[in-house]
């Protein structure tokens, strides 16, 4: 079935650098833009980055621009999220989901925790 | 960045309600919209698409309309499956963005 699966968060401190995973299965991965969501405890939506399904265009929500890194493998049906420079205000959970080209996003994995404390 | 405005931000309605969910975009966004629903600990699930398009497996009773900036996401018959939060997202252009979320509890 058409799952998306992340993995790779956790607790890490302020400034330190964390690497989400998300595995891509029962759907052509390269067909599909991907962008990495979150969501701050007890709050709402927030995107967070995308990459188009060519590798072609990448684009970052200005409170993560120089510190997060988008990238995707569509030969390993995965996609990435380099985290840098961590803060506190960084701390939710993160979804990847897919999309087909300029549309809503309609396949989300189950969401991973990354707690931005010391 | 385009602003999605929703209202209300809660609502309390009963079962058999008809229950509408307004979106206001900053600037025009033709009908580059979505809308989700999103149960405690759970991802969001797409219910509508391109403003009114219904996402495939979504019950019938939920449908959206609207374009440019102004679009609404329309329960005709609410069921106790319903309550959750909902969002608007515009998709027109970057950064995407969403709707503050409009919580729908049980009166």
């Known amino acids: 079935q058409v799952q998306l699966v992340e993995s790779g968060g956790g607790l890490v401190k302020p400034g330190g650098s964390l690497r989400l995973s998300c595995a891509a299965s029962?759907?052509?991965?390269?067909?599909?833009?991907m962008s990495w969501i979150r969501q701050a405890p007890g709050k709402g939506l927030e995107w967070v980055s995308y990459?188009?399904?060519?590798?072609?265009?990448?684009n970052y929500a200005d409170s993560v621009k120089g510190r997060f890194t988008i990238s995707r493998d569509n030969a390993k049906n995965s996609l990435y999220l380099q985290m840098n420079s961590l803060r506190a205000e960084d701390t939710a959970v993160y979804y990847c989901?897919?999309?087909?080209?300029?549309?809503?996003?309609?396949?989300w994995g189950q969401g991973t925790m990354v707690t931005v404390s010391s | 960045a385009i602003q999605l405005t929703q209202s209300p931000s809660s609502l309390s309605a009963s079962v058999g309600d008809r229950v509408t969910i307004t979106c206001r975009a900053s600037?025009?966004?033709?009908?580059?919209l979505a809308w989700y629903q999103q149960k405690p600990g759970k991802a969001p699930k797409l219910l509508i698409y391109?403003?009114?398009n219904l996402e495939s497996g979504v019950p019938s009773r939920f449908s959206g309309s609207g374009s440019g900036t102004d679009f609404t996401l329309t329960i005709s018959s609410l069921q106790p499956e319903d309550f959750a939060t909902y969002y608007c997202?515009?998709?027109?252009?970057?950064?995407?963005?969403f709707g503050g979320g409009t919580k729908v509890e049980i009166k």
């Open positions: 997202q515009q998709f027109n252009n970057f950064p995407l963005t």
């Open positions: 600037q025009g966004i033709s009908s580059a």
């Open positions: 029962g759907f052509t991965f390269s067909d599909y833009d």
């Open positions: 990459i188009s399904g060519s590798d072609s265009s990448i």
């Open positions: 391109d403003a009114s």
């Open positions: 989901a897919g999309s087909t080209v300029d549309s809503a996003f309609d396949i």
